[in-house]
């Protein structure tokens, strides 16, 4: 049975550790040698706290000891005296700060290093991954799930990017005005990527509600705060609202529930609220992203709460506009899924034929929709293989119970 000190090192490491890894590398400028403190600081914990007790402040605690390695392994390294000195003396406020720990609080510097993954000089397709790991601490074989590729390929990426950030002396900052755009899109992405993550229970959590999501969550509406004129902050924040409101009605006794079956009386109408007036904030600067446009796209659907109804022909419209401003996969099948319903399962078919086939192998929803479409058609035995590779792709025992509950209709049907 796990200690109450080894539960709590745990949770501090869950709940902390991109603000740790935050604080560290911002001042240091070195992510791996952050990272490496750090975990030796965990180590320490689960050594020291079972025999003295939780410290007050956890999290304090750790900051102190992670620092005091960082110091020592840059006394260890053959480094210039000058170099020594500044990692010396970046590390003065922490000591300062860290003298009373039951009180110790520290800035949350997670945006500068949010920032600093998305540097022109680290190639864009690591961009999102290395602010996933470094950030909110997913781990590199659930990124490669995510991302299909290999761990191993997937950790030497991530290695590279942060070498990269040291040797370039790549600043942690937020952009000045004219090189926001840009970077912005990649924090925001990568944000994204970190909600849709915990939203389907890849990083392990119970309740991923008190994960990642709540995580993304936060950085935006920090974002927001900052970036009080950048309507697609806006859209992101308002997007992952609209999601999170649903969030109980998504299970039933364990069960899954699509949107559509979803018993709209479960929906946070207080988080809706919040969400439909950051939508019509970012509308106000007539500058419509492809955030603000998916956030527009969940409001049709929070809509059914107060008519009954789903307005297909706007959702219909609505991902025409994403697909124009950004063709990804996921946009282009969820499309085919609104066709169906519109115009039938024939037309849904021939979009979902139309995409490049590579692409599709290994995207679960492709499978499932198509599953769907075709079991629409009466093509039983197609349907039920498309079904069983939407099984075997999904990784959540939910989705693939309730794919299966449809399998087995299907088979029975054609029996």
């Known amino acids: ?30 992510v791996p040698a952050a990272e490496d403190a750090l975990c030796d600081a965990l180590a320490a914990a689960l050594r020291t706290w079972p025999e003295r007790g939780v410290p007050d402040n956890p999290e304090a605690w750790l900051l102190t000891v992670a620092r005091r390695n960082l110091l020592q392994a840059a006394r260890r390294q053959t480094v ?29 510097e997670r945006l500068k290093l949010l920032f600093a993954c998305t540097h022109p000089a680290i190639d864009k397709s690591v961009h999102t991954p290395l602010m996933l790991q470094t950030v909110l601490g997913i781990d590199a074989k659930t990124m490669a799930r995510a991302f299909v590729v290999s761990p191993d390929a997937m950790s030497q990426r991530l290695v590279r990017a942060k070498v990269k950030i040291r040797d370039a002396g790549i600043p942690f900052a937020i952009p000045e005005r004219p090189l926001l755009p840009e970077r912005l899109a990649g924090v925001l992405a990568a944000i994204y990527a970190a909600y849709g993550i915990g939203w389907d229970g890849l990083d392990g959590e119970q309740d991923s509600r008190t994960g990642l999501t709540g995580e993304a969550i936060w950085l935006g509406r920090t974002l927001t705060t900052i970036l009080s004129d950048e309507p697609e902050v806006m859209g992101l924040l308002s997007l992952m609202l609209y ?10 006794g364990g069960a899954y529930i699509p949107l559509e079956e979803q018993d709209t009386g479960l929906w946070n109408e207080i988080m809706m609220a919040e969400a439909d007036a950051l939508l019509r904030k970012a509308g106000s600067f007539n500058r419509f992203g492809p955030f603000q446009c998916q956030a527009a796209i969940q409001s049709v659907h929070a809509t059914r709460r107060r008519t009954g109804t789903t307005d297909w022909e706007a959702l219909a419209t609505l991902y025409r506009a994403l697909i124009a401003m950004k063709p990804s996969l996921g946009a282009k099948v ?14 849904a078919l021939a979009l979902l034929d139309a995409l490049e086939q590579r692409s599709v192998a290994s995207y679960q929803p492709y499978w499932a929709v198509r599953a769907h479409l075709l079991s629409e058609l009466g093509e039983s035995e197609a349907g039920a293989t498309a079904y069983r590779i939407a099984i075997g792709l999904s990784d959540s025992p939910a989705v693939s119970s309730f794919l299966t ?6 088979i029975s049907r054609s029996a």
């Open 1 to 30: 049975m796990k200690s109450d000190a080894g539960r709590a090192a745990e949770k501090v490491a869950r709940q902390s550790y991109g603000k740790l890894i935050a604080f560290l590398a911002a001042r240091s400028r070195d």
């Open 80 to 108: 210039r005296d000058n170099a020594r000195s500044t990692v010396a003396m970046a590390f003065e406020e922490a000591e300062e700060r860290m003298n009373d720990v039951h009180d110790a609080v520290f800035p949350d």
């Open 243 to 252: 999601c999170e409101a649903r969030g109980h009605a998504r299970r039933s």
């Open 334 to 347: 969820a499309h085919a899924a609104v066709i169906g319903r519109l115009e039938g399962a024939a037309p």
């Open 405 to 410: 509950d449809r399998l087995r209709a299907i």
